[in-house]
């Protein structure tokens, strides 16, 4: 575990001793010796960390850190404020300011390298997911919005202490600005923690369970391995923090607790849970975009390929309940709609069909855009009879109302439905495709706005 | 860092001895008795890391490893052979079934951490993956004989060291099963290694370069991070392999090095490493095919929102040089190709149209497939001269040649082309598409196969 630091002080001395201490480690250093030269290479060097003195002529530590964490290119890196000050209005400065983390001159070896390994883990993680993001950014995927509404949105709190006493006043304090909830068992904390948590504050100084076996299987669950966790020790237990954190404890707050202190580090926690998240999710919806049709929000052709696929398969394995019907539907004189009303109206007619269609097939039907004006239901396990019922439902269910456009206009939609059902081993996906779209051929031949079923041979 | 671990192991005081070890680190721990146990615990319990001993009554440790890297639910589960045996033979065939790591007893317990720590680490890299790649798989965006492809690859060794003649034995050997260079200088060696590199081979012992610092600038560098080494190292140099290790060695042999160890390490790790590449290669494939359109390649209705988007945002801040052109295009009487001769060579025809249309377009251009059987060309920094003069080479492109159907068919197409161009600040991208589509259907009025241009007002 190694990484690239980032060391920002105005006393020359303070800097080279850092930088001994970090390259008898392995860390990489950079130096910058004011505040504004920082941010320049913090943006142009992008480092994994950043140890931030405080006390600098020109811009302080604090608003150093505040520009670091506004600008897009550097608010995902961690910094950890360095200060001689212990005053606890400095302390709170510096995590309003952002600062992941902060330490007191003279620094603590052990405990800084202790904080630095936890961060660059952290670091190396988010990193591997915004290289994924970037991609969907240039692809006009990433919805700034979205982030704006997740970041700062409120968290949800779990306290986990054997004195339901102090949680309650830990519940008290932090439910100004979160949903909280505590629990003093932690069996039940465990699993609570797998749902929707956005902080795990801990009593490590719990008598009734071992917290920091909690805090092993809390990190060994793939359900509730990212979840942060800030826990309160006592202040002497420099073992015991320490242990804490190489278990992967995000942050800790002795006692007794300084509750702005402490609401202060879950607001930092949470934030930063909040960008994991959002990078995430942004991925997982842009993995579901390649297979939805932008238009209707139905699934794609890519879609209906890959599950026709397994359906024919699963059907050639020779199982009777694994028979497939596929519908296939054609709006009838689409291209009128076009020619008369304008491609807005088109699209609404489009959405309007897709919208009718989801909510006359059953929950195991895949309704699909094929392209253009033309839509395939897979039906697994669904035979002829029932097929017919269902296309003849959703025939009528676009017919008998007419659409409704934006402009006021009422306009009488017809669809043309080829019905075709798997014919025992040896069928294709192609072949029951083609059997679909020869009964589409045959309603619009004769006269369309019906139901065709092409027999099985 | 922490995991659960299954202990396979047939004598039961070996099994309590390594879990109260491990247990003390905060590790969680299982245990099976026997290989086929083992087996069926690894694919229910998926646990983190196996400690797999070899000497077992039925199925030995061998087999067990060999079935458990089979299997699709298991093959990405580290595995630790340990045996009592410290014959090379076995240590070959430990490696060759495809055991990550080998440990003879008595185990020696800082070095089995620190193995732990660094199979998991690498470990929960990959679950994260494996996380998006499912979503990929269940919608059909994995590729199966992609990853065969990618996972039996020849790979790409790089050897470091600061004896030549070391390095070129090295070579020899390595290069039975891959492609191999060397490399003396370090610096050299860096850049080599940000390319296509699948293994760095780095001679620990080395005296002319400070080869543990070498690992740091590798790790540091985003370019590098992820590059598997293979370091050889002293038998003796225990607190060398140990920081080694830390700093993100993934394996190592000891010299005098058994060329049939380093060869059978050297490829397990090649291994690995592919099977993480193929995980990003699928994920970034996903995100690309969620702008792209599946018949003809071209990008999507989704793309050019978003890319059109940014080119008019950019025209209304006002540079004369950021004007923007659209083109529509409307295949001509398209229903009746589907309807005379079917929805396959309604497909071909889109094709063969999609391919013109990208050969006749410049490389700034963006085309895109609109929806059916229309397509939009978006370009940036083109005014409607140019727009004009590309719009009508793409006319006469599909025009003067005849589309040559698979059944040998020769169909006449032709294209009704309508273009646009920025209005000046206040234009929207909206009334940018309005105008084209209008120029569209006053070429379809005027007798198809033409271009019309809506003037700028």
Same mark, same amino acid.
């Given at each position: 575990?190694?990484?690239?630091?980032?060391?920002?002080?105005?006393?020359?001395?303070?800097?080279?001793?850092?930088?001994?201490?970090?390259?008898?480690?392995?860390?990489?250093?950079?130096?910058?010796?004011?505040?504004?030269?920082?941010? $320049?290479?913090?943006?142009?060097?992008?480092?994994?960390?950043?140890?931030?003195?405080? @006390?600098?002529?020109?811009?302080?530590?604090?608003?150093?850190?505040?520009?670091?964490?506004?600008?897009?290119?550097?608010?995902?890196?961690?910094?950890?404020?360095?200060?001689?000050?212990?005053?606890?209005?400095?302390?709170?400065?510096?995590? %309003?300011?952002?600062?992941?983390?902060?330490?007191?001159?003279?620094?603590?070896?052990?405990?800084? @390298?202790?904080?630095?390994?936890?961060?660059?883990?952290?670091?190396?993680?988010?990193?591997?997911?915004?290289?994924? $993001?970037?991609?969907?950014?240039?692809?006009?995927? &990433? !919805?700034?919005?979205?982030?704006?509404?997740?970041?700062?949105?409120?968290?949800?709190?779990?306290?986990?202490?054997?004195?339901?006493?102090?949680?309650?006043?830990?519940?008290?304090?932090?439910?100004?600005?979160?949903?909280?909830?505590?629990?003093?068992?932690? %069996?039940?904390? +465990?699993?609570? *923690?797998? /749902?929707?948590?956005?902080?795990?504050?801990? #009593?490590? &100084?719990?008598? *009734?369970?071992?917290?920091?076996?909690?805090?092993?299987?809390?990190? &060994?669950?793939?359900?509730?391995?990212?979840?942060?966790?800030?826990?309160?020790? #006592?202040?002497?237990?420099?073992?015991?923090?320490?242990?804490?954190?190489?278990?992967?404890?995000?942050?800790?707050?002795?006692?007794?607790?300084?509750?702005?202190?402490?609401?202060?580090?879950?607001?930092?926690?949470?934030?930063?849970?909040?960008?994991?998240?959002?990078?995430?999710?942004?991925?997982?919806?842009?993995?579901?975009?390649?297979?939805?049709?932008?238009?209707?929000?139905?699934?794609?052709?890519?879609?209906? !390929?890959?599950?026709?696929?397994?359906?024919?398969?699963?059907?050639?394995?020779?199982?009777?309940?694994?028979?497939?019907? =596929? +519908?296939?539907?054609?709006?009838?004189?689409?291209?009128?709609?076009?020619? &008369?009303?304008?491609?807005?109206?088109?699209?609404?007619?489009?959405?309007?069909?897709?919208?009718?269609?989801?909510?006359?097939?059953?929950?195991?039907? @895949?309704?699909?855009?094929?392209?253009? %004006?033309?839509?395939?239901?897979?039906?697994? /396990?669904?035979?002829?009879?029932?097929?017919?019922?269902?296309?003849?439902?959703?025939?009528?269910?676009?017919?008998?109302?007419?659409?409704?456009? *934006? !402009?006021?206009?009422?306009?009488?939609?017809?669809?043309?439905?080829?019905?075709?059902?798997?014919?025992?081993?040896?069928?294709?996906?192609?072949?029951?495709?083609?059997?679909? !779209?020869?009964? =589409?051929?045959?309603?619009?031949?004769?006269?369309?706005?019906?139901?065709?079923?092409?027999?099985?041979?």
């Amino acid at each position: 575990m190694t990484a690239r630091v980032l060391i920002v002080d105005d006393i020359a001395a303070n800097v080279r001793l850092l930088q001994a201490k970090l390259e008898a480690e392995y860390y990489e250093t950079l130096t910058a010796p004011n505040g504004r030269i920082a941010i $320049e290479m913090a943006i142009e060097d992008q480092p994994d960390i950043i140890l931030l003195d405080v @006390m600098m002529p020109e811009i302080d530590g604090y608003e150093v850190c505040r520009q670091l964490k506004e600008h897009a290119e550097t608010r995902h890196i961690p910094i950890i404020l360095i200060t001689a000050l212990d005053g606890r209005e400095d302390r709170l400065s510096g995590l %309003e300011a952002g600062a992941d983390d902060f330490l007191t001159k003279p620094v603590d070896d052990v405990v800084l @390298m202790a904080r630095l390994r936890a961060l660059v883990r952290l670091k190396q993680m988010v990193d591997d997911l915004r290289a994924r $993001e970037s991609s969907s950014r240039r692809a006009g995927l &990433t !919805d700034q919005a979205v982030y704006d509404r997740q970041i700062s949105a409120t968290g949800n709190v779990l306290i986990l202490d054997d004195n339901a006493r102090q949680a309650e006043r830990l519940m008290m304090q932090l439910g100004e600005d979160h949903r909280c909830a505590y629990e003093t068992d932690p %069996e039940k904390a +465990l699993k609570i *923690a797998a /749902g929707r948590v956005d902080l795990v504050v801990l #009593n490590l &100084t719990a008598k *009734a369970f071992d917290a920091l076996r909690w805090v092993a299987h809390l990190r &060994t669950h793939e359900a509730t391995r990212q979840r942060p966790v800030l826990a309160i020790i #006592n202040a002497d237990e420099r073992k015991v923090m320490l242990k804490a954190l190489e278990l992967g404890v995000n942050d800790v707050v002795p006692r007794p607790v300084d509750m702005l202190e402490l609401r202060a580090r879950a607001r930092t926690q949470i934030k930063r849970k909040r960008y994991g998240d959002f990078l995430r999710n942004t991925l997982d919806r842009s993995l579901e975009l390649a297979i939805t049709d932008p238009l209707t929000h139905l699934n794609n052709r890519r879609f209906l !390929d890959h599950h026709l696929n397994l359906a024919m398969a699963r059907h050639n394995r020779g199982a009777a309940e694994d028979v497939v019907s =596929v +519908l296939m539907l054609d709006i009838d004189h689409f291209k009128r709609v076009n020619d &008369t009303y304008g491609h807005d109206a088109g699209d609404e007619v489009i959405r309007e069909f897709a919208r009718r269609l989801s909510l006359n097939v059953r929950a195991i039907d @895949m309704p699909c855009r094929f392209g253009g %004006e033309e839509f395939v239901v897979l039906m697994p /396990g669904t035979d002829q009879a029932d097929a017919l019922h269902i296309a003849e439902r959703v025939r009528s269910q676009v017919a008998d109302t007419p659409f409704a456009l *934006a !402009d006021g206009h009422l306009l009488d939609v017809t669809v043309s439905v080829g019905v075709a059902t798997s014919r025992g081993v040896g069928d294709s996906p192609e072949s029951l495709l083609k059997r679909a !779209d020869e009964g =589409v051929y045959e309603a619009k031949q004769s006269g369309r706005n019906r139901v065709i079923v092409r027999a099985a041979a």
